[in-house]
């Protein structure tokens, strides 16, 4: 059975940082593309970031503060997100390309003074 949960989100101010956490269950993380997507109330779910062993990509809004890192053994992807935003601010999901493509069930991001 697949499963991707995500912790890691909360409330901080603008310029902190944050690391979200998906941990995944059921396939193997390393033999497949994962991504970081982010979903702002009344706006379509954004693309953030794409990781394959060691190959990345970023969405425009966050290259250059967000980093997507894998660790295979422990079946875990990460997004370490630094000098955030309020336009941050959104439900983040973790998204794994395996077969139809897994969705997590989000942790919310708050950045706000």
């Known amino acids: 059975q697949v499963q991707l949960v995500e912790s890691g989100g909360g409330l901080v101010q603008p310029g902190d940082s944050l690391r979200l956490s998906c941990a995944a269950s059921g396939f193997r993380t390393e033999m497949h593309y994962m991504s970081w997507f982010r979903e702002a109330p009344g706006q379509a779910r954004e693309f953030v970031a794409r990781i394959w062993l060691t190959n990345t990509s970023y969405g425009a809004a966050v290259k250059g503060r967000f980093t997507i890192s894998n660790d295979n053994a422990k079946n875990m992807v990460y997004l370490q997100m630094n000098s955030l935003k309020p336009e941050d601010t959104a439900v983040y999901y973790c998204?794994?390309?395996?077969?139809?493509?897994?969705w997590g069930q989000g942790t919310q991001v708050t950045v706000s003074a």
């Open positions: 998204y794994a390309h395996y077969m139809s493509g897994y």
